[in-house]
């Protein structure tokens, strides 16, 4: 399938974009972000994040589809 | 001033103007927290900052926040601005107002929001110092190169 | 704007103005507390107000006030301004506001502040109710013919 | 001894007046208190009020001046 991710602040940094297309045999975010983690060695592991799916907050178990836009999203600093 | 409770702001937040959607006749409390940008933090001088923003669903969690605390607690009305983009120091970077009948419920939801705000919302914070570096925080205000 | 702490003003307060004395370049947070006058307590509809005041002293217990919020709390600057003499609904009674580098002094000694404000400068409220009486109220609100 | 008393709120209500100058032999405030309570028909005990002597609080059994300024203070409501 294929995924629009996109990266906000240290995440963005590490992956030296802001966003990308990426085709990927991941059903879930899980195996989506070890896959991704792996590829541009982003320094959290899944715990400390959380993910959006289309805009919305989903679970890690959460099933994927094709055109799906993925968001990992690093521990807020807002405020 | 915005229909929404909670809006994301890439120009100076005017404070004169967002507290008129507080106002109410019924209302004999009005608290209010901001977020000024600090010339310093974990020991470091601090030059200036920016804010990103994955803005559709800070928009969406901002708003839920501020729901869920118009239901938590005895307020008339309750609302939040933050900044995204380049701050200076001194600069507002986040508005939090509430209005109620009493005091109690006004400064309870003020501060529930603002932690709220600061613990759910996908806003990051990337502030620039005086010896050249910058770096994203987590949300203790530690870089995140440190954990 | 006042050199003092606090102050008793006789014309609308203009937090814009009064606000700058709090604004400090290491200031992370600001908390400001507000009493605006509501149209109904007790149960009463409420038309307007008068605030009375036993002014020397008031001006000494509030300032006494301020200056033990600067030294119990962790903040750069407070200040607190109270109208005396007659108020509309949705005036503006007293504001308060508190600087401080982290959220939780700035909240703290706003509370405070007002609290003892409230229990301790003479200033008295006489309440005129849309029956067209009129009475001085308690701490607690309640009127002084009640106890 | 001579004292100037000011009234304000109930107490000033009460006593029709926001400044009344008294002679009196009371030598402290609760002593005079006593004795305006008694001939203003005041509703508060002293001990619901605050004494003020020449602009600072004192306790009841300050010794008073002639010529002191004295003021009963009922409970306040500011804020």
């Known amino acids: 399938m294929t995924y629009r991710l996109l990266y906000f602040a240290s995440l ?27 590829a541009h060695r982003f320094p959290f592991a899944a715990d400390r994040l959380r993910v959006a799916v289309n805009g919305a907050f989903v679970a890690w178990d959460h099933a994927l589809s094709d055109r799906d836009e993925v968001v990992f999203l690093p521990p807020v600093s807002g405020g | 001033m915005s229909d929404k409770r909670f809006s994301l702001l890439e120009t100076a937040i005017d404070v004169g103007v967002e507290r008129r959607a507080l106002d109410h006749a019924a209302a004999g409390a009005y608290a209010s927290f901001e977020g000024w940008v600090r010339n310093h933090n974990d020991g470091r001088a601090v030059l200036r900052l920016d804010y990103q923003a994955y803005a559709p669903l800070a928009a969406d969690e901002g708003e839920a926040i501020l729901a869920e605390a118009a239901g938590r607690f005895a307020v008339r009305e309750v609302r939040c601005v933050h900044r995204v983009g380049r701050l200076a ?11 109620a009948d009493h005091r109690d419920a006004a400064f309870a939801a003020c501060r529930w929001i603002i932690d709220e705000v600061k613990r759910r919302v996908p806003i990051w914070k990337n ?21």
């Open chain 1, 12 to 38: 963005a940094d590490r992956a030296g974009c802001a966003e990308e297309v990426r085709d990927s045999a991941a059903g879930t975010p899980r195996d989506l972000y070890a896959e991704v983690a792996a």
């Open chain 2, 89 to 99: 120091i001194g600069d507002l970077a986040v508005w939090v107002g509430a209005s």
């Open chain 2, 127 to 147: 502030e620039h110092y005086a010896d050249g570096e910058s770096g994203w925080l987590h949300p203790d205000n530690t870089p995140v190169g440190s954990g």
